[in-house]
């Protein structure tokens, strides 16, 4: 079975062809970071206008790339929240079109579940399993007991990580998003400031990321106050190092509780480099028996495959979205 798949729910506009739920037949994505940078953070308006200039072009492509046209899909799948109401609505309206044109069935995906299914496109996933989504927006541990059961049993009570990410990087003058540019720093440095891993001995699954942000920027104003010197490669790795403690030791029990048959790691933090790292090591030396799935980078920031592999299981169940169908800007798994 072959599904169309838009996804435009932030900066990223993107089509993919998805055969099966796990094949990759094209994948593209347009990003509009240098459009946002000197801004600082995405602007809604830009955003939206991006995604209407590109959208088609990037339809087609797809459909090119993969070499297939509308007559030989199935379905065709957008993400309908959570986003930016403004740039979701370009997407949802384009396969919309197709899909009246076409006559193919719509459906309606969940931009979080995409995330989690971005490793189907790698891996069978199997079930029960736990899922880290850790993204700009979310920091979520959700176990999954079937393929289209969700049950959220920890999440950020302030800031995603990303977000603690892009804020740290701000003060340090990296690019938007700044999560990458810190990720690659923190390799250059040493963990030698004392930042606070909040809630790590809370008897919950949740986190909170809002005062290491705020330790962060204290220390970085108090050293320029005093005219001391400030090591930034050995700020970021501290941070990092702070993040990934808590993000690790919070999911190695949560999966122990559930006894999962797989981790996942999903979101664009999962692109981070040392999470990853850190998260196989405690996989291998504590959780002998669960499968850890981590997504290739290129699937860890927004794009429409992931989409699509998540799209596959409302398929197999005709869990078809009509005309009706709106954007969905806070909507939950
Ligand atoms: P959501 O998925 O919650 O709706 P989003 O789609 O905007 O939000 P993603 O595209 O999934 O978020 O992820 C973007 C985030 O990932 C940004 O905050 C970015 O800084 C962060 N990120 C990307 N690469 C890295 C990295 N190597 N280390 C840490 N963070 C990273
Ligand atoms: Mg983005
Ligand atoms: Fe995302």
Known sequence: KLILAIETSCDETSAAVIENGQTILSNIVASQIK???????VVPEIASRHHVEQITLIIEEALEKAEVSYEDLDAVAVTEGPGLVGALLIGVNAAKAIAFAHDLPLIAVNHIKGHIFANQLVTPLEFPLLSLVVSGGHTELIYMRAEDSY?????????????????????LGVPYPGGKHIDRMAH???????????????????????????????????????????????????????????????????????????????????????????????????????ELLVPPLELCGDNAAMIGAAAYVQLKSNNYADFSLNGRPGLSV
């Open 188 to 290: 250059e440095g040493k963990d030698t400031y004392d930042f606070p891993r909040a809630m790590i001995q809370d008897d919950n699954f949740d986190f909170s990321f809002s005062g290491l942000k705020s330790s962060f920027i204290n220390t970085v104003h108090n050293a320029k106050q005093k005219n001391e010197e400030i090591n930034e490669n050995d700020l970021a790795a501290s941070f990092q190092a702070a993040v990934i403690d808590v993000l690790v030791d919070k999911t190695i029990r949560a999966a122990k509780e559930k006894n999962v048959r797989q981790l996942i790691l999903a979101g664009g933090v999962a692109a981070n480099k040392g999470l990853r790292t850190a998260l196989e090591k405690a996989v291998s030396e504590e959780l002998a028996d669960v």
């Open 151 to 171: 049950e959220i049993i920890g999440e950020t009570r302030d800031d995603a990580a990303g977000e603690a990410y892009d804020k740290i990087g701000r003060v």
């Open 35 to 41: 459009s946002h940078q000197r801004f600082g953070g």
